[in-house]
């Protein structure tokens, strides 16, 4: 169905653009938080995640009692889901997916597959509409046929995939992180919540884990806490040693370094439920430490300089001019985030015609400044003005440059005035840039004089 | 007093997306300004030209005639002499594809006039359509009868080197223009200006470079430049013009701006007495090659006539047709006509050498000459004519012929024009696609920054989109908030952009031939389709310049009709063309007196169909007026049910008479005799405002001209209180006043001159003798020409069927890739459908199976090898149930075919290999039911000819009491029934009170009428419906014409799902569902309709 037809159904039809990128975000999201059932977590598109709970379920009661753990989770984060715990995760996906749900006993997949609607081979369109004409309607009407024959007609893919919902073939997940080297964790029955006594419960957990390292006469060099909040959001610290390393009290010093200068510091929220410490890389003890990295000091003074102040002052309050594309001068220079990358200005400057007098000065007023002046009508330039308190006799003009507002950016009622813009003069030499405020006449009866800029 | 002033560099609106006013808008402001005189000039481009030159004629005409309205109040502002006086110079702006500056030309006389254009069409040619791509060496070979105004880009470096080569090039002939547009260093630049003009002698001209009338105008550039770059106002910065000082000044603000070049103002005098040309001079001449050596074109044209005429009345010549042809033949040559005629008569020939069926239009089907030559088919010894509606002496404008051809074999006599002609001598002419509500408001609001969605419901907000005005309580039905200021905003622009055009475009088949060249006439390009070319101005400017143009139109009907005519001959032995059909034959009234129309030209929609059991036509000339009747201007005229209570005679016929003061009491008798005193047609409506309302000759000729231009609706209102007042003051009624004004309003959107009707009704009438003694010609040679007409295939084939036509199915040892007659056993001709009717058949496969079938095919693999298939055709095949003479069926065939391998047409040894593949055991698949080939056929066929979805469905809709079509239209007036099928189409006519559906089961069509308020209720039920199922109350009319009037609506859609678990029938809807098809009377042709959409997925 077109858009088109949706609204011709339901005018008032609300309409929101899909968004994949949001949504696979939020897909990572939901499996970092299903990684506290099992470190083997995939996405399983569309919409999908496939958890890997081999070996886990009985931490959790048993394949029913994880798969009511993990559905409560869910819905605790207001997700309604359809699970389904097979042998094989093309069983599981099809159950969830097209079937009933629920728990198959081990090596039963293909009693509780056979009833799939052919739907669950999620085969292209023509294929599955090959299979209805041919008047094989579930997988068990395929289960019973000859498979040369039908491998013929509907194609190995097709068939492998049968195979694998019916638990005859298995197939492995790829999980989304690599499994660390060492892995230890820490479940509480309440939600953890008092930051101060973080340290009482990462260092026992270090010591556990280090002591597993000590067995294989391993060091880690990258280690990563992670703290599962109860809302489903997951933090994790990462954090890195030059040589490898056992010592508990310099790991819990180096965590404590990171934990300090994070811009957003860790925030237990209604409280942690898991606590993991893990080794990404570990490696024997023994070998030789190599150099630190360093960065080039020839490198990006300018960025660095930005980067300090920002430090120091904080990133909103360091910032530069950047163009923009407008014929409105009061408009013309716009701040930007000096750190932003200066490769998309908002514009460019214009650049002066060779051989020509720059129009603008250097100087601007803002706001410009009100001056008393005598000027020919309807559109001459000033012959004398007065501008705090001193009288300046114009003795060249040019212009006007005449800028009209820029209509389309005006509320309601409040207009602008289109300005004519003269470069003067006086008698000094001194060089002043004005402006009238309104064409006389049409937009106003008395226009208003400004001095907007100085030339240098 | 300042010295006289005329801006030379003006842009129109078709410097497209550039220039914010109209050409007429030009010109008039200038006047108005106080210039005496304006240069048009568009970016390498004329079209905007001929409407500043109608404008201004158009003024000076009314300057000698004052007409009520639109000019009045400028007219007061000017003494007529500044009028005459004020002259028009009209040129091109040269852009060049290289770093050469923008030149502005302007052709010095008749022969500059050719250079030019012919120099924009080398232009046009090298580039794709829409693009021009010059260089200054084109201009060099060109240069002479040609002024040239220089304008200089920002940077200076390059132009006196420039202005000497094209010195060099014209001496005398070429100027610099200066323009002080306030960009604060306008005095320095003028003088370095001054300085180059000095050095280079080169008179400096002061100009404006406007690219509106006034001031106000800036914003409407803005939004366009944003348009045209495709960036919203925000982003647009730089690319906007700074101030709004490009318009149209007075002489004493130029003078003002120019002191210190007053001589550069003075120059404008000089360029504008150096220009000798005036669009008056294009004079045009028709091509004489059908003129046989050493004849005079009239003497050709005469004996041509007189020979035909002998042919056409093998009898004898009525004296009454003897007479009209004298009187024909000597205003032709009064106003020298004859080449023209001939030229028609030349094309028509072609056609008939060709084989291709062709016949006049339009108003020429008032003419016994066109008669007697073939292009037109109303039989003047049977018909009154009205020559003078096709050429007068009075109104001079060139005649208008328009032939219909074969829609599928039109662009063979296209391209035989352009080869006979040559490109440069023959060209299509231009539409102007202009802006409207849809269009405007999409790119407006992106300007705006406004979300697609936003602007898809303000473009949505109108049934058919077809208005020339946004009404705000339309916004407000879209959910939308009109208040919003963005929204105001855009649609505030929205409408002022209404009418600005947005590019050229071809018309459907005009065509421009010259003697000379024509590309000396206007510039030529090429359309958007391969092989064609067009000129750049369209009708309303050829019009205006006099030069005659040619209409070949493409009509479906005469397509299918030239196949029943093959058919004819091949089946049943007889000869037959448009001209040897039996008139007056009886079954064929009787047969459309019941209704009975589906298929025919034109009487085939839903509101034709109810009108023929009450107009119950029993003579070519019923035909004629009901095919006008079911229109936009008698139907909004009120004149419809008048017309038929007066010929059921249960109303007298009288005729609205003056004040006896007045004139005679029977004036409009002679007037609207022949409708029974109701005006029906286009020319009883004018001849009634001169009649009745005394509008003189140039008034009526106005009126007439308000009337056939949509784009004149503005105007026709002038005309109301005029003819209103007029005939009320000569003692009419008021209110048949009012009533006769409005039925003139109809026509202005869309109304039928009689001329024009009797040419549809002929055909109206050859189809339906068709379809009444040969209906399976009939329905193949339909189902051979689609897609056209209102109906799906389904929906012909069942019709067909219900005429005890024997429709067999598409089999791959019987049918053809077209669909073909069969001589049954009884000796009837069947009808057996052909690949084209299956999804996913191609055309040369089809053909293949057909050439390689020298014996029939025995099994899948024999036909794969034999017409070398490839998997995918054989499945498609297969899945059209097409292999029943191999005792396979669908399930069987498919399970056989998908064995194949699914590559290229087999290999010689890999099909012999196919059929040796092992024996396979019986994979015992269950047998397929009704309902689910019922379902497939509609998936792959889009029709079945094994039962209707609905009697697969009965046995249910039975259970719930639901009774069938037929039973719904048995029951008496105001019975409530509840009736259920699928939707064939919906509509909503005119005003859009009501919703039309008609509904078709297994025993019928059911109509059903929604009205607008329950519409709104049942909106979900009645856009997503494929099968309805309404409760409502029987309507029926003396006639027998049954509706149900719908009081709820439920959407039984699922049921279809019925048929089979697992396939559902695709409903195809009629092509003639607005819904899903709007069709805008003007915008599209029903023939460009686009194709159904092939398949949706339910899922």
Redesign the interface.
């Known amino acids: 169905?077109t858009?088109?037809?949706a609204?011709?159904?339901?005018?008032?039809l609300a309409?929101a653009q899909a968004d994949a990128e949001a949504d696979e975000r939020l897909m990572l999201r939901l499996a970092a938080f299903c990684e506290q059932f099992t470190p083997l977590v995939a996405l399983d598109p569309p919409c999908g995640l496939m958890l890997d709970a081999t070996g886990c379920a009985h931490l959790f009661g048993g394949d029913a009692a994880l798969r009511t753990s993990v559905l409560q989770a869910m819905a605790r984060l207001s997700f309604t889901g359809r699970a389904a715990v097979a042998g094989t995760p093309d069983a599981a996906r099809a159950l969830a997916r097209f079937g009933a749900e629920g728990v198959t006993p081990p090596g039963e997949d293909e009693i509780f597959a056979r009833p799939l609607s052919i739907a669950a081979l999620e085969a292209p369109?023509e294929t599955s509409v090959?299979l209805?004409?041919?008047?094989?309607?579930t997988l068990g009407d395929l289960a019973d046929?000859?498979s040369a024959?039908l491998t013929?007609?509907?194609g190995d893919e097709t068939m492998r995939r049968l195979t694998r919902i019916l638990g005859r073939e298995d197939a492995r997940i790829t999980p989304l992180r690599v499994l660390p080297d060492c892995m230890v964790e820490r479940r509480f029955a309440e939600p953890f919540l008092d930051l101060s006594a973080i340290e009482h419960v990462l260092r026992p957990l270090i010591a556990e884990a280090m002591g597993l390292l000590e067995k294989r006469g391993q060091g880690g060099r990258a280690f990563e806490a992670r703290f599962f909040r109860t809302d489903g959001a997951v933090r994790a610290l990462c954090f890195e040693t030059g040589a490898p390393s056992r010592n508990v009290e310099a790991l819990l010093r180096l965590f404590r370094l990171k934990a300090d200068s994070l811009a957003d510091p860790l925030d237990p929220g209604y409280g942690f439920d898991v606590i993991r410490f893990g080794v990404l890389n570990a490696e024997t003890l023994a070998q030789s430490q190599i150099g630190f990295e360093r960065r080039d000091a020839q490198d990006g003074d300018f960025a660095d300089l930005v980067d300090r102040l920002a430090a120091r002052f904080g990133r909103e309050r360091v910032l530069r001019f950047a163009a923009?594309?407008?014929?409105d001068p009061l408009r013309a220079a716009a701040y930007v985030d000096a750190a932003a990358s200066p490769s998309s200005p908002p514009?460019a400057w214009?650049k002066p015609?060779p051989g020509?007098p720059p129009?603008r000065p250097l100087f601007l007023f803002d706001p410009p400044q009100p001056i008393e002046t005598m000027a020919e009508t309807p559109d001459g330039p000033p012959m004398h003005f007065k501008w705090r308190r001193v009288r300046h006799l114009i003795a060249r003009a040019?212009?006007?440059?005449?800028?009209?507002p820029e209509?389309?950016r005006n509320?309601?009622g409040a207009r602008r005035r289109?300005r004519?813009?003269y470069?003067l003069e006086d008698r000094d030499g001194r060089r002043f840039w004005v402006f009238r405020e309104g064409l006389y006449e049409s937009e106003t009866a008395a226009p208003r004089w400004f001095l907007h800029g100085l030339f240098a | 007093m300042s010295p006289p002033f005329a801006e030379l560099v003006a842009a129109t609106n078709f410097s497209f997306l550039r220039g914010a006013s109209h050409p007429s808008d030009m010109a008039l402001t200038a006047l108005l300004r106080g210039q005496n005189g304006i240069g048009i000039a568009d970016r390498n481009s004329v079209a905007g030209v001929v409407r500043a030159y109608a404008a201004l004629k158009d003024l000076r005409e009314n300057l000698r005639d004052p007409p009520a309205g639109d000019h009045a109040a400028l007219l007061a502002q000017l003494d007529a002499g500044r009028i005459e006086s004020f002259k028009l110079i009209v040129g091109a702006r040269l852009v060049f594809a290289d770093e050469t500056p923008d030149i502005v030309v302007y052709p010095q006389n008749r022969d500059g006039w050719g250079r030019l254009t012919r120099l924009l069409t080398t232009g046009n040619l090298r580039a794709r359509k829409g693009e021009c791509h010059l260089y200054v060496d084109d201009l060099a070979q060109a240069a002479r009868d040609l002024l040239l105004i220089v304008m200089p880009s920002r940077h200076l470096a390059r132009l006196p080197s420039t202005l000497a080569r094209l010195n060099d090039l014209a001496q005398g002939d070429v100027w610099l223009g200066a323009t002080m547009p306030r960009r604060g260093d306008d005095r320095r630049r003028l003088a370095r200006l001054k300085d180059i003009a000095a050095r280079t002698q080169t008179p400096l001209l002061a100009t404006n470079d406007a690219l509106y009338a006034d001031s106000g105008q800036r914003d409407l550039q803005d939004v366009m430049t944003c348009i045209r770059e495709g960036v919203t106002l925000a982003q647009a910065g730089r690319r906007l013009e700074v101030n709004a000082e490009r318009h149209l000044k007075t002489p004493d603000e130029m003078a003002r701006l120019f002191t210190e070049a007053p001589e550069a103002i003075e120059e404008t005098q000089c360029f504008l007495a150096r220009v000798d040309f005036s669009l008056d001079q294009l004079k045009y001449e028709y091509p004489d090659e059908p003129v046989p050596p050493g004849r005079n074109p009239q003497e050709w044209l005469e004996e041509l006539t007189w020979r035909h005429a002998a042919m056409r009345y093998p009898d004898g010549v009525p004296e009454k047709v003897e007479k009209l042809l004298r009187e024909e033949l000597a205003l032709i040559e009064t106003l020298d006509y004859a080449r023209y005629f001939l030229t028609i008569h030349d094309i028509v020939r072609i056609a008939e050498d060709k084989g291709i069926l062709c016949q006049g239009r339009g108003s020429a089907a008032n003419s016994a000459v066109c008669y007697v030559l073939g292009v037109t088919c109303v039989d003047p010894a049977e018909n009154d004519l009205l020559f003078a509606r096709f050429i007068s002496q009075e109104r001079k404008e060139p005649p208008d012929i328009d032939v219909d051809f074969e829609h599928e074999r039109r662009e063979e006599i296209i391209q035989h024009i352009y080869g006979k002609y040559g490109r440069e001598r023959a060209g299509l002419v231009a539409t102007v696609i202009s802006y409207r509500p849809r269009s405007a408001i999409r790119e407006v609001g992106k300007v705006f920054g406004l979300t697609e969605d936003v602007t898809a419901a303000l473009a949505g907000m109108q049934w058919g989109s077809w208005g020339s005005d946004i009404p705000l309580a339309y916004v407000r039905q879209t959910g939308l908030d009109p208040e919003n200021p963005v929204i105001r905003r855009a649609i505030h622009f929205a409408k002022r952009l209404l009418g600005f055009p947005r590019h050229l475009s071809q018309h459907v088949g005009g065509f421009v031939l010259a003697r000379g060249r024509l590309d000396e006439l206007t510039p030529i390009a090429n359309a958007a389709m391969p092989e064609r070319t067009f000129i750049e101005w369209d009708k309303d400017d050829i019009d205006a310049l006099g030069l005659m143009k040619v209409d070949v139109l493409a009509l479906g009907m005469l397509t299918c009709i030239r196949k029943c005519f093959d058919y004819l001959r091949a089946h049943e032995g007889k000869d037959m063309g448009l001209a040897d059909v039996p008139a007056d034959d009886r079954a064929t009234y009787d047969m459309l007196c019941r209704g009975d129309s589906i298929g025919v030209f034109q009487v085939e929609s839903r509101a034709q169909m109810n009108m023929l059991p009450r107009l119950k036509p029993r003579e070519f000339y019923d035909l004629v007026i009901q095919v006008a009747i079911v229109r936009p201007g008698p139907i909004q005229g009120n004149m419809v049910h008048p017309y038929l209570r007066r010929r059921s005679g249960s109303e007298p016929v009288i005729y609205p008479s003056p004040a006896p003061e007045h004139g005679p009491a029977d004036e409009l008798r002679k007037v609207l005799e022949k409708t029974k005193g109701v005006p029906l047609f286009q020319e009883q409506a004018m001849k009634l405002a001169m009649v009745a309302a005394k509008f003189s000759d140039v008034e009526a000729n106005r009126l007439r001209r308000a009337m056939a231009t949509f784009r004149n609706v503005g105007t026709i209102h002038q005309f109301e209180s005029m003819m209103v007042e007029r005939m009320a003051a000569r003692g009419y009624d008021r209110a048949f006043a009012q009533s006769c004004f409005e039925q003139i309003k109809g026509f202005g959107s869309y109304g039928f001159p009689e001329s024009h009707a009797a040419s549809f009704a002929k055909l109206v009438y050859v189809s339906s003798w068709i379809k009444c003694h040969h209906p399976a010609i009939f329905a193949c040679a339909l189902l051979n020409s689609q897609p056209m007409g209102f109906y799906a295939p389904a929906q012909i084939v069942r019709d067909a069927r219900e005429h005890g036509v024997d429709v067999r199915a598409v089999d791959v040892n019987f049918s053809e890739w077209d669909n073909r007659l069969e001589r049954a056993d009884n000796g009837d001709l069947a009808l057996r459908l052909g690949f084209r009717q299956a999804d996913g058949v191609h055309e040369n496969e089809g053909y293949r199976i057909v050439d390689a079938r020298t014996k029939p095919y025995d099994s899948v693999e024999d036909l794969a090898r034999r017409a070398a298939l490839n998997g995918a055709t054989m499945r498609a095949l297969a899945d059209a149930d097409a292999f029943r003479s191999l005792q396979s069926d669908r399930r069987d065939a498919l399970w056989a075919v998908r064995r194949l391998p699914d590559a290229k047409p087999l290999p010689l040894f890999a099909a012999a290999d196919a059929r040796e593949l092992a024996r396979e055991e019986d994979p015992l698949l269950p047998k397929m039911s009704l309902g689910e080939h019922v379902a497939a056929d509609y998936q792959t066929l889009r029709l079945s000819l094994k039962a209707h979805p609905m009697a697969v469905l009965r046995p249910i809709f039975t259970r719930e009491r639901i009774i069938t079509c037929a039973e719904v239209s048995a029951l008496t007036d105001g019975a409530f029934a509840r009736g259920a099928g699928v939707v064939l189409v919906r509509q909503r006519p005119g005003q859009g009170n009501a919703i039309f559906v008609t509904l078709e089961d297994e025993t019928g069509i059911l109509n059903i009428v929604i009205w607008a308020r329950l519409f709104e209720r049942y909106r979900r039920e009645t856009m997503a419906s494929r099968l309805m199922l309404v409760e409502g109350r029987v309507q029926k009319s003396p006639e027998n014409v049954v509706h149900l009037m719908a009081q709820r609506i439920i959407d039984r859609s699922g049921d279809l799902n019925r048929l089979s678990e697992a396939h559902r029938p695709e409903i195809v809807l009629s092509r003639a569902d607005e819904l899903i098809h709007p069709q805008h009377p003007r915008s599209r042709h029903p023939r460009d309709v686009r194709i159904l959409p092939k398949s949706r997925d339910f899922h």
């Open positions: 169905m858009l088109a037809d609204k011709a159904r339901a005018p008032h309409v369109r090959a209805t004409r041919a008047g094989l309607a046929r000859s024959a013929a007609r509907f923009r594309d407008t014929h514009g214009p015609e020509e129009l040019e212009g006007p440059e005449r800028i009209a209509w389309w509320a309601a289109t004519d813009y470069r």
